[in-house]
């Protein structure tokens, strides 16, 4: 295995016990924990990314670890839209309309961005522009819903780590396919990573929080 395909593997390893986390909070706790926003780029760039991973690419690890994380995510979106409403100020037809052209919107935007950038500068910069929007989306849900409910401190650190592989792959090692070393992603990763460090900051002191209401007087 070379240097990038284990990195990548990394990445792909952190994000699915993150998703798969996710899951499993999501139906423990009835509601979502992937914001929808971020939650829909992801799922489309996901899908495009492993179809055209896999006619450009083959069986190549980041194919297969994008496959994955397709699946995986159609279950998060599952838990959107059975638990979700009750989140969303909007009647059910609202509800679904909106979150179906949001899909739509985000597939169209995958679309042109590949057309424009080409398949590995198109899923770097939008993947990694996605996971941005996604870690402040991450501490909005948490103060939206009064601390970490539907949320946990696997899902934010996996994510945590995930993230921060990808990062000194292509913005510190250097990645061939990739064009060598990019310090655009090592920048954004590294603000991705301090944002992600905050969140588990918050998730953490929230636990501790807990416990102490849940302690029983002496």
Not at 110 to 129: C, D, K, M, P, R
Not at 180 to 192: A, D
Request: aromatic share 20%.
């Amino acid at each position: 295995m070379t240097t990038s395909s284990l990195f990548i593997a990394l990445c792909g390893i952190g994000w699915i016990v993150a998703y798969v986390d996710a899951l499993r909070i999501g139906f423990r706790d009835k509601t979502y924990s992937i914001p929808f926003i971020t939650l829909a780029l992801n799922l489309t760039w996901e899908i495009h990314y492993t179809v055209q991973g896999y006619f450009v690419f083959g069986y190549h690890v980041s194919t297969i670890v994008n496959f994955l994380w397709v699946w995986i995510d159609i279950g998060i979106l599952y838990t959107y839209f059975k638990y979700g409403r009750k989140e969303v100020k909007a009647n059910d037809t609202v509800f679904y309309l909106q979150a179906f052209i949001f899909l739509i919107l985000s597939s169209v935007f995958h679309y042109y961005t590949f057309e424009w950038l080409g398949i590995v500068q198109g899923a770097l910069y939008i993947g990694f522009s996605i996971n941005f929007v996604m870690s402040f989306l991450f501490i909005r849900m948490f103060y939206r819903r009064g601390g970490g409910h539907g949320q946990s401190l696997l899902i934010a650190i996996s994510k945590c780590f995930g993230t921060f592989s990808s990062t000194v792959l292509i913005g510190m090692i250097g990645s061939k396919t990739a064009g060598g070393i990019n310090k655009h992603i090592l920048y954004l990763g590294l603000i991705i990573f301090v944002v992600d460090l905050f969140y588990i900051y918050l998730l953490v002191q929230d636990k501790k929080s807990t416990k102490k209401v849940l302690q029983p007087k002496a």
